[in-house]
Nanobody, 128 residues
């Protein structure tokens, strides 16, 4: 059974930085996809960033150039470095996983993903 647990959410001022972590336990295949999502009150959940087992990363346009997703597989940890945060980044942030095995398509393993596992979320609040 795969389990995910986020940490690192906090209140921060606009323009500041913070780093979210997601530790995962359980078995995952050698071809997998991990992602960060967020959901603000009254809004739909949206993908923020995703990374596959080869390290290929994709970002939402709203965070490109400001956020960086990374992973340390041996430490079973996924990260989201958030720089130059804005009030509109305020949301509950979730990590998710498709443990695979996934097929390589469109330049990576995150082309067709079934996000079967989710963490419980960590709150990020950005004040103006």
């Amino acid at each position: 059974q795969v389990q995910l647990a986020e940490s690192g959410g906090e209140s921060v001022q606009s323009g500041g930085s913070l780093k979210l972590s997601c530790t995962f336990t359980g078995y995952i295949y050698s071809s997998y996809c991990l992602g960060w999502f967020r959901q603000a009150p009254g809004k739909e959940r949206e993908m923020v960033a995703q990374i596959d087992s080869d390290g290929t990363a994709n970002y939402a346009d709203s965070v490109k150039g400001r956020f960086t997703i990374s992973q340390r597989y041996t430490e079973r940890t996924l990260y989201l470095q958030m720089n130059s945060v804005k009030p509109e980044d305020t949301a509950m942030y979730y990590c998710a996983a498709d443990i695979g095995p996934l097929s390589y398509s469109n330049g990576g393993y995150c082309g067709k993903v079934d996000w079967g596992y989710w963490g419980q979320g960590t709150q990020v609040t950005v004040s103006a």
